[in-house]
């Protein structure tokens, strides 16, 4: 039996059998039977609706055939929850499409719902997740190994009588010969990434401090300062400027093989770490990261001492605790940057990342 809900326009779910689900897909017990996607919503926001861990989203994603691009969901579509041979399933029941004099138009083979939809434009498909929380890290900064600073042109001189530049003004770089490249990014060696577990350098933080463009080629070279986040010093080292913007247009998803690292940075200033935040883990490309990837964060277990203990001065181990968990957005060869889509906890350097 199915009961509605008028004043809020909703189903309520239907009543199953738990047990005919597949186990591999955790569903969050509330979600609704039907939800209307609006202006703001993301796709892993969509997803805890219906699941407990959204990166399932690709096990019970079904799109309608007729819908001419599946990955896409835009504000206005109804998405239905069912259960196909015992298999949860989530479809567009409905789209809506808006007609050149502003007529509300249901793309063909729906059904019309109640209560009415408000009428919303369809051109921009909703994101995978908050892209405003990681645009200035798709570009800039990124992880560099020391002999790629080494190598790379740097800042001179200023011209006029400048002592540091800025916005508008023009440096002169050693040396960047006759290139294609005509837009560069400034940048100064920033903080050092270690691995908790041997030690090792895994690289260092580009800082970004300008973006310029090539005037004149030659040793020196003449640049002349776009943007700048903060003034260019002599020693400020250059790199080819990004060729376009990364984005992000499929489903999150776990890594193929397993994977245990660990948080080993926090970007953006903050010392409390939590949802949205950006963190960096000790762990890449060569480890089979890629973007897209999702990890449970593990809040590693505190040492405590036990204070019946014969031997006091040996401590026990709590266990570790689940905090969280985030999505690689960009992959380095041996880090990569990750924002934390979900925190149950504070969550802290070395705090531990693995394979759902």
């Known amino acids: 039996m199915v009961l509605r809900r008028t004043a809020l326009g909703w189903l309520i779910p239907l009543i199953f059998s738990m047990s005919a689900i597949a186990d591999e897909v955790n569903l969050n017990p509330s979600h609704p039977s039907q939800y209307l996607v609006v202006e703001g919503d993301t796709l892993w926001n969509i997803a805890g609706k219906f699941l407990k861990k959204p990166a399932q989203w690709p096990r019970v994603w079904k799109a309608n055939p007729s819908i001419k691009n599946p990955n896409l969901i835009y504000p206005g579509d109804v998405l239905a929850f069912s259960v196909v041979n015992g298999k949860p399933q989530i479809s567009v029941a409905q789209r809506k499409s808006v007609s050149v004099d502003g007529d509300e138009k249901l793309s063909p083979g ?119 986040s903060s003034e260019i010093r002599s020693g400020d080292r250059l790199m080819p400027g990004a060729a376009g913007d990364i984005t992000l247009n499929y489903f999150p998803r776990p890594p193929e093989k397993p994977v245990n690292g660990s948080i080993v940075g926090v970007l953006g200033g903050v010392s409390q770490i939590g949802q949205y935040n950006i963190v960096v883990l000790n762990k890449g490309a060569q480890d089979g990261l890629a973007v897209g990837h999702v990890l449970d964060i593990v809040q590693r277990g505190k040492l405590i001492s036990d204070p019946y203990a014969e031997d006091k001065d040996v401590p026990v181990q709590l266990p570790d605790e689940l905090a969280g968990n985030l999505m690689v957005f960009r992959a380095f060869e041996r880090v990569s940057y990750a924002l934390i889509m979900q925190a149950s906890q504070p969550i802290h350097v070395l705090d531990k990342v693995k394979v759902p």
């Open 110 to 228: 729906y059904e019309k719902l109640s209560p009415k939809i408000r009428e919303t434009s369809i051109a921009e498909a909703i994101k995978i997740l908050p892209t405003t929380a990681i645009d200035q890290y798709l570009s800039s900064p990124k992880v560099v190994s020391e002999h790629e600073l080494d190598i790379a042109p740097y800042v001179l001189s200023f011209a006029g009588e400048h002592l540091v530049a800025g916005a508008g003004d023009r440096v002169y770089v050693r040396t960047i010969p006759e290139s294609e490249n005509v837009n560069y990014t400034i940048y100064r060696k920033g903080h050092a990434y270690v691995d908790p577990d041997n030690n090792e350098t895994l690289g260092y933080e580009a800082e970004f401090i300008a973006d310029a463009s090539l005037q004149k080629a030659g040793d020196p070279a003449t640049l002349l300062i776009n943007k700048a």
